[in-house]
């Protein structure tokens, strides 16, 4: 216990709303569920990497039997169910899943999807393609791959004044779903300073939730000590969570769950801000806070002003 350090009496947590998971995250994590439960006793079921970024949801779908991969090359010809995770994959995956004869259930978020569709939009239409993006993030594989030609990917605005292009006046970006929307409306504002004709989907292309749980924690930070972040280390929209309350000279903690907390960071400390990333279930943030109550006797409030979200996307007819 705390208590020789803590004034108790005047600790208190602050939760962001919205926080957790959102639309595309829920409904990859209930199209896995449901596949599993009606095919568990028929045949193998494989996703193909993570269904989404979080360890806690990955472990309890391996208790459960599903096998996850990294390649298709994995599974055996007419072997099982293959489902697709929240971040998409290329045109080729697809092809050589349909080549080896395996069902496939498609659990790309329709965001990401709605990128999917952009890109080859700008592609038929003759532009020269410029993808705003984390290098190695599956969504951003999953982009590049669904395009015939080569595309130009840019993670910072130097990267943008260093660009050598085909014909400068031939240009459409599209972004991942998952960034930072303040460093991708710099990177946007660059673009379009170099290169005043290129066309894209400005910030559109940003998904709601991310949007939502940015300008949440920022309002959070302001009125904090610390933050702790839920979610993954690989999870990106849960990272630049943390990017944006360090930014804001705020101490915070990325962590998986209740067990990585470290009582010593409560020192000196009178308001917690808490948030989940997108990937995040809520009952890691659920246990997150029982510790807290049990350990330090916090009262809990939730940030005022928050956004309700009530978006849902269809489970395919498949499932």
Not at 76 to 104: M, P, T, W, Y
Not at 174 to 197: C, E, Y
Not at 247 to 265: E, F, T
Request: aromatic letters at 6%; one cysteine or more.
């Amino acid at each position: 216990m705390l208590a020789y350090l803590l004034d108790l009496t005047k600790m208190e947590i602050i939760l962001a709303e919205p926080r957790g998971f959102c639309a595309g995250v829920k409904r990859a994590v209930d199209i896995l569920a449901i596949t599993l439960e009606k095919y568990k006793n028929k045949c193998q079921v494989y996703v193909l990497h993570e269904i989404v970024h979080n360890k806690y949801i990955v472990e309890d779908f391996k208790r459960q039997g599903v096998v996850f991969v990294n390649s298709i090359e994995e599974i055996e010809d007419n072997g099982g169910i293959l489902i697709f995770s929240a971040h998409g994959v290329s045109k080729n995956i697809e092809d050589e899943a349909k080549r080896k004869g395996i069902q496939v259930i498609d659990a790309t978020c329709p965001l990401v999807s709605k990128v999917h569709k952009e890109a080859k939009r700008y592609e038929n239409s003759g532009k020269e393609l410029i993808l705003i993006g984390h290098e190695n993030h599956p969504e951003v594989k999953g982009i590049r791959g669904r395009v015939n030609n080569p595309i130009i990917l840019v993670q910072t605005v130097q990267d943008v004044r260093n660009l050598k292009v085909k014909d400068p006046d031939n240009l459409s970006y599209v972004t991942q779903t998952t960034l930072s929307i303040d460093d991708t409306r710099d990177i946007i504002a660059a673009l379009k300073l170099r290169f005043p004709g290129i066309t894209g989907p400005d910030l559109k292309d940003i998904c709601y939730a991310t949007q939502n749980r940015q300008n949440a924690i920022k309002k959070l930070a302001e009125i904090v000590d610390m933050v702790l972040v839920v979610g993954s280390k690989n999870s990106s929209n849960s990272n630049r969570l943390l990017d944006l309350c360090t930014a804001r000279g705020k101490r915070a903690y990325l962590i998986d769950n209740y067990r990585c907390v470290n009582k010593s960071w409560f020192q000196g400390v009178e308001k917690i801000g808490i948030t989940a990333g997108a990937s995040a279930p809520d009952i890691l943030v659920d246990e997150l806070m029982d510790y807290l109550k049990v350990n330090l006797s916090v009262k809990i409030s939730v940030m005022p002003g928050g956004i309700l979200e009530n978006v849902q996307f269809k489970i395919p007819n498949l499932v």
